[in-house]
């Protein structure tokens, strides 16, 4: 804490993410004042109370991979390493339930098929689309609907993008 002459402060920038709602850090510090004939006064106390918010969870960027086989019968993730909410968490609660809130940015695209286009490179060096059905549940489990993907040559990948945000219990 740095405290001025005209009475203001300022606090050092701290990362205070992980303190959980509801809870509170304090800290105080002691000082005195004096007036322009140089006489001080006593010394008096300031305390300084942070009280936790909370915070949005954290979303690393994932993605989802497969070969071009696996697509004529579709894709399903299931929960574990695999799905969506992998890389995700709270930092203020380690023991909050995280869920899928939007998938490209809306939330009645959760649990709903949305057309996400892959684009990708023929052998003949011309650039394609093809249209695939994905559905993103709540719970980061995912399926791909079936395509046939044999335009694509061997060792070239298709690729596609969506967008999902997660939300925590709190």
């Known amino acids: 804490v740095t405290v001025y002459p005209d009475g203001n402060y300022h606090i050092d920038a701290t990362s205070l993410h992980d303190l959980p709602v509801d ?10 004042v004096q ?7 006593g010394t008096a106390s300031a305390t300084i109370r942070i009280t936790g918010v909370n915070d949005p969870p954290t979303l690393s960027t994932a993605s989802i991979s497969a070969n071009e086989d696996d697509l004529k019968t579709g894709i399903i993730g299931e929960t574990g390493p695999e799905d969506l909410l992998a890389n995700a968490q709270d930092v203020d609660d380690d023991d909050s339930i995280l869920t899928v809130a939007q998938v490209n940015e809306a ?5 709903q098929a ?5 684009s990708y490179t023929t052998a003949q060096d011309t650039t394609q689309t093809q249209d695939i059905t994905l559905t993103v549940n709540a ?7 079936s395509v046939n993907l044999d335009p694509l040559p061997e060792g070239e990948e298709a690729s596609g ?10």
Do not use: M, P, Q
């Open 23 to 32: 809870h509170e850090a304090t800290g105080s510090f002691n000082y005195a």
């Open 35 to 41: 007036d322009d004939s140089s006489a001080v006064s």
């Open 107 to 111: 939330a009645g695209n959760v649990g």
């Open 114 to 118: 949305v057309t996400v286009t892959l």
């Open 139 to 145: 719970n980061g489990t995912y399926s791909i609907g």
């Open 161 to 170: 993008s969506f967008t999902y945000a997660v939300k925590d219990d709190s």
